[in-house]
């Protein structure tokens, strides 16, 4: 395979990577749509563009994803790459069906669970304000992305399956490096390594009381008033399986956060818990069957509200940190593992990870509020503790460490090991992936519309 050829594939295998968030992404997009589809010429008739055995793809979804790719950022993916990245996506999601592949029901209801609440945060955490916007009930956005949700996790399956066992050893990134010609290597902008330590709010006692008297008087509802749990949940509880009346679905042990689940546990058929807390807020859980390491539960969900007092205890929390790291008590990075409450960077000592895994990130990647906050510190400090919302929509307090700053730079095995080495893994994963490809031909239709004949689709 050439060079060209293998960077255009890898461009495509990136666009399938960055479809496993497009179910979020589509809701993005429809709502920008309807906002500003007022004015749509309502003469224009949608068609067919790709054919893969009984899957089809629709001139609106590539437009649709199109848009949400400029919107990104990105002005150099072509309708034609993503025409392909969906046509591919397509013939994994038949294959998964020819061979007889499947994602579970719960599963799939447990994802679109997690990114309903996303779609809601970028609502600005009101579910009806969202239901104004697209003039639908939460049920009924909810059953259009489910689809889509299913299909990514199908295609996630079979690439896993597919690729499972590849990997690179050093030797073979060196190889990859060294065969990239001298003017094709890429050019990095700045990039900077930048970590931070979060603290959300503490619950106050008289909040926690609240919630405690609420969720008991609901459960006095059920239990003494015989209301049906989930006819309860629909009317109370504030989590993403409210219209469905609270349920979880098949869970299998080990996949709920410890707490929800030893509380869960303990419950016979149809026994309703006390509150329980968790860091998603304060539960009361029914259970409705168990059968070995599987459980079915329903819960009524009310979260926290937070008081600037509940603020101000956070933001004293990381002045005392931000004081022991500047006085040489502990390092920034063993701090960030154990205080910060961010998932994502508390493993990695607080650092913000490129795509790649790198510490460095380009400062081209940062959220607008970081990229700010950045331009007045100077290399090597650390701010006073601030408030931010975090990607959940929850607003929380934190510091921020500005460890290296990396002039503009060609790429280089010294500088850009990691970023090389999973250009590499991709590359790899590519290859096989094209094999796999060109077997799976064989075995299901496909038909590209003639627009699209110069795009030369899977050629």
């Known amino acids: 395979m050439t060079y060209m050829k293998m960077q255009s594939k890898m461009k495509i295998l990136k666009y399938i990577n960055r479809n496993n968030q497009m ?30 055995d009984n899957y ?50 719960d599963i799939i209801d ?81 990039e900077v390594e930048i970590g931070q330590i979060v603290k ?30 989930q006819v309860l949940a629909g009317r109370y509880s504030e989590g993403p399986t409210a219209p469905r ?10 996949q709920m956060v410890p707490k929800f689940e030893s509380a869960a546990l303990k419950l016979k058929n149809g026994e309703i818990s006390m509150p329980v807390e968790t860091e998603f807020g304060f539960h009361i859980i029914q259970m409705v069957d168990r059968r070995g390491n599987i459980y079915n539960a329903r819960h009524i969900l ?42 994502e960077t ?6 913000i990870r490129d795509m790649s895994g790198a510490n460095r990130i380009s400062v081209s990647e940062l959220d607008p509020g970081l990229f700010f906050t950045m331009d007045t510190m100077k290399i090597g400090s650390i701010t006073d503790p601030m408030r931010f919302t975090m990607s959940d929509g929850k607003d929380a307090m934190r510091i921020i460490y500005y460890k290296s700053k990396l002039p503009p730079h060609q790429a280089s095995l010294d500088l850009d090991y990691q970023k090389i080495y999973t250009a590499a893994l991709t590359a790899k994963k590519q290859s096989e992936m094209s094999e796999w490809f060109e077997d799976a031909r064989g075995e299901v239709f496909i038909e590209i519309d003639p627009e699209y004949d110069n795009c030369h689709i899977l050629q």
């Open 302 to 343: 009310i979260m926290p509200k937070y008081s600037e007092e509940d603020y101000k205890v956070a933001a004293n929390f990381l002045d005392s940190i931000k004081h022991l790291i500047e006085i040489d008590s502990v390092q920034f990075n063993r701090a960030a593992k154990e205080f910060s409450d961010d998932k």
């Open 110 to 190: 447990r994802q679109l669970d997690m990114r309903m609440q996303g779609v809601i945060a970028q609502a600005g955490g009101d579910p009806k304000k969202l239901e104004e916007v697209f003039q639908k009930s939460m049920e009924e956005i909810r059953e259009e992305l489910r689809e889509q949700v299913k299909e990514q996790l199908l295609v996630e399956q079979m690439q896993a399956t597919i690729t499972e066992e590849i990997t690179v050893t050093p030797s073979e990134v060196k190889r990859f490096f060294k065969n990239i010609p001298q003017d094709s290597l890429p050019y990095f902008s700045t």
């Open 23 to 52: 179910a979020c992404l589509a809701v993005a997009i429809l709502l920008s749509t309807h906002t500003f589809g007022q004015s749509e010429d309502k003469t224009v008739i949608d068609k067919i563009v790709a054919k893969v």
């Open 200 to 229: 959300k709010p503490i619950v106050s006692k008289e909040e926690r009381e609240r919630i405690t008297n609420q969720l008991l008087k609901i459960r006095s509802e059920a239990i003494d008033d015989k209301v049906d749990f």
């Open 245 to 254: 009346g609270g349920n979880l679905g098949d869970i299998e042990r080990g």
């Open 56 to 105: 089809i793809i629709l001139k609106s979804e590539l437009e649709r994803a199109y848009i949400q790719v400029q919107a990104g950022g990105d002005y150099n993916t072509s309708k034609c790459n993503i025409l392909e990245g969906l046509v591919l996506n397509k013939v994994m999601v038949a294959k998964a069906e020819i061979d007889s592949v499947v994602v579970e029901e």
């Open 346 to 351: 508390s493993p990695n000592g607080g650092f």
